[in-house]
């Protein structure tokens, strides 16, 4: 199959891009940065370097291909990213029903059948809407929820502040997964024909707040890093001090709220699939080994 990749080599697209090359697949991988395109090509896959609002390029680099990967790049800075995250699912699927490509497997995430109440992912859900209208394809959402990586945001707060934590309480349910095991999911999902849309949940572990901090903790030697329940005000006015946009920035703190009141889990809970197998616990080394370098 020839199969075209978004998202760069990121931590998700390389594992994506790496299983797909040793299943013997024409792998093409997607990137705004130029300087990327050896480090593609290192990986045995070829390089498309161009934006994904740029149709007329996503078409020629669809074309051709049995299936395509799509996500949407997160933007810190965007005043809009509901009207980002629409651009770009416009120009995916113009570029789609333009290249012909019949099967397609995109990134969305838990929480994406709320319209409103979710943060960013409400720009997620306006891109689910607009791929679903695309005639005569295959389309597989595969919807993960919180990824073990965001933690690594909290490797200098820890060092420096001896805590963890964020706009909701110790006692938050936080379902997790880690990028391998959607890298793995979305491989199979790519390699398999389907009819219509269908949506697909996975998840590594399923944890609290608390329990995150005490296994992350116990991971660095300390056992009793506490978790922190900052406020909505101090948590926004900390993300636009590090540069965030104010559009983001209150996104994030509606994901912080979204989370105390458990709405993303809603659909979820309904359509529990099988855990993955990397938990916690497995993350835990990982964060240890950036956490002491």
């Known amino acids: 199959m020839k199969i ?17 090359i040793a299943a013997d697949h024409a792998v093409t991988i997607i990137s705004s ?13 070829s390089a498309a370097i161009g934006a994904l609002e740029d149709t007329a ?16 790049p997160p933007s810190f800075n965007t005043n809009d990213f509901i009207a980002y995250a629409v651009n770009i699912g416009n120009s995916y699927a113009q570029a789609i029903g333009a290249a012909g490509v019949k099967r397609v497997v995109n990134l969305s995430s838990i929480g994406a059948h709320l319209a409103s109440g979710n943060g960013p992912i409400a720009g997620i859900h306006q891109s689910e809407k ?3 209208k695309i ?45 391998a095991e959607i890298a793995a999911t979305v491989a199979e999902a790519l390699q398999q024909p389907v009819e219509g849309v269908t949506v697909k949940y996975i998840y590594s572990d ?40 104010e559009d983001m920035a209150g ?15 809603s659909e979820f809970d309904q359509h529990l699939p099988t855990a993955g197998k990397i938990k916690l616990e497995d993350f835990a080394k990982e964060f240890a080994a950036i956490y002491n370098s």
């Open 33 to 45: 940065n130029p300087v990327k395109a050896a480090a593609i090509e290192a990986l045995g896959a």
């Open 4 to 20: 075209v990749i978004t998202g760069s080599i990121g931590n998700i697209s390389q594992p994506l891009a790496k299983q797909l």
């Open 135 to 179: 005639p005569g394809i295959g389309l597989t959402h595969v919807r993960a929820p919180f990824f073990y990586y965001n933690f690594l945001n909290n490797v200098e707060m820890v060092r420096h502040m001896g805590i963890i934590g964020n706009n909701y309480p110790a006692d938050t349910r936080i379902v997790l997964v880690h990028p």
């Open 57 to 72: 390029f996503l078409t020629t680099a669809f074309s051709g291909a049995d299936a395509v990967y799509t996500m949407t």
């Open 251 to 265: 996104r994030f703190v509606e994901i912080g709220q979204a989370l105390r009141n458990g709405i993303l889990w």
């Open 130 to 132: 607009i791929l679903n």
């Open 206 to 245: 399923d944890r609290t707040a608390a329990d995150i901090a005490a296994t992350l903790g116990s991971a660095i030697g300390k056992a009793d890093l506490p978790w922190v329940n900052f406020d909505d005000e101090g948590t926004k006015k900390a993300l636009l001090d590090n540069g965030m946009s």
